[in-house]
């Protein structure tokens, strides 16, 4: 192509055409200009479309982090939601008969001295989403909300946790351990005799116990909620890139 072109120019030039070679230096440029125009597009097009691929992959690396989150709340909710029930049914039974009931007992005891809470509200994904030129280019509203599952509602349960494992351990200290209580090898009838002469003070501690657990299972449920809103949000982002 490249020798077509210049056979036409030669031949311009040997002919002394010069109007005429004019014109074709002039669509020569036109066509050169049109190339680097057509070049440069598709060079935009190829970078935009990588680009894109990278935010859609942050995205759904940011949506596979927020499940997990969620399944580790959801997870902890079912087993508070079982403390509350243990709870429940022996402070109700106290209420009644004044004695203490020995269906749940044992989990209760469990509960009561159960210090292993930990949430790790932190995340490697979504620092390197806020280091990224993605975060610059999402919606305000989804910046919002991601900061709202992140800084507030996973730090608030972060924050309830903290407070009932330190109350489970205060349990464990000052009433389990020098109660003899704190001995997983003993069966639900020894249980029962050690905490009837005990038995305002172990009541007590399972209506602070238990209140604290009401606060944790309305922070799970709050944070799970926004994150399943805010999954849904990104998925929907993430399908119009």
């Given at each position: 192509?490249?020798?077509?072109?210049?056979r036409?120019?030669?031949?311009?030039?040997?002919?002394?055409?010069?109007?005429?070679?004019?014109i074709?230096?002039?669509?020569?440029?036109?066509?050169?200009?049109?190339?680097?125009?057509?070049?440069?597009?598709?060079n935009?097009?190829?970078?935009?479309?990588?680009?894109?691929?990278s935010?859609?992959?942050?995205?759904?690396?940011?949506?596979?982090?927020?499940?997990?989150?969620?399944?580790?709340?959801?997870?902890?909710?079912?087993?508070?939601?079982?403390?509350?029930?243990?709870?429940?049914?022996?402070?109700e039974?106290?209420?009644?008969?004044?004695?203490?009931?020995?269906?749940?007992?044992?989990?209760?005891?469990?509960?009561?001295?159960?210090?292993r809470?930990?949430?790790?509200?932190?995340?490697?994904?979504?620092?390197?989403?806020?280091?990224?030129?993605?975060?610059?280019?999402?919606?305000?509203s989804?910046?919002?909300?991601?900061?709202?599952?992140y800084?507030?509602?996973?730090?608030?349960?972060?924050?309830?946790?903290?407070?009932?494992?330190?109350?489970?351990?205060?349990?464990?200290?000052?009433?389990?351990?020098?109660?003899?209580?704190?001995?997983?090898?003993?069966?639900?009838?020894?249980?029962?005799?050690?905490v009837?002469?005990?038995?305002?003070?172990?009541?007590?501690?399972?209506?602070?116990?238990?209140?604290?657990?009401?606060?944790?299972?309305?922070?799970?449920?709050?944070?799970?909620?926004?994150?399943?809103?805010?999954?849904?949000?990104?998925?929907?982002?993430?399908?119009?890139?």
């Amino acid at each position: 192509m490249i020798k077509f072109f210049r056979r036409i120019r030669q031949k311009l030039v040997t002919e002394n055409k010069f109007s005429k070679y004019l014109i074709y230096a002039v669509g020569e440029i036109i066509l050169v200009v049109i190339g680097i125009l057509i070049a440069l597009q598709i060079n935009n097009w190829n970078s935009n479309r990588l680009e894109k691929e990278s935010d859609s992959q942050l995205i759904g690396a940011l949506i596979t982090d927020l499940k997990l989150k969620n399944e580790e709340l959801i997870s902890d909710l079912e087993y508070g939601k079982s403390l509350i029930e243990n709870t429940d049914n022996i402070i109700e039974f106290w209420a009644k008969t004044k004695s203490i009931d020995t269906l749940h007992l044992k989990s209760a005891i469990n509960g009561l001295g159960d210090d292993r809470g930990f949430l790790n509200e932190k995340s490697s994904v979504l620092e390197g989403l806020t280091n990224s030129g993605l975060w610059k280019r999402l919606p305000d509203s989804l910046i919002r909300e991601i900061d709202d599952i992140y800084r507030f509602k996973l730090a608030a349960v972060k924050s309830s946790f903290e407070k009932t494992t330190e109350y489970a351990s205060h349990c464990k200290l000052n009433f389990l351990i020098p109660n003899g209580l704190a001995d997983t090898k003993l069966n639900t009838v020894e249980i029962h005799s050690i905490v009837t002469e005990k038995n305002m003070e172990f009541i007590s501690s399972l209506e602070v116990f238990r209140g604290g657990i009401y606060l944790l299972n309305n922070r799970f449920e709050d944070a799970s909620k926004g994150i399943i809103e805010l999954t849904e949000n990104l998925t929907i982002y993430q399908s119009e890139l």
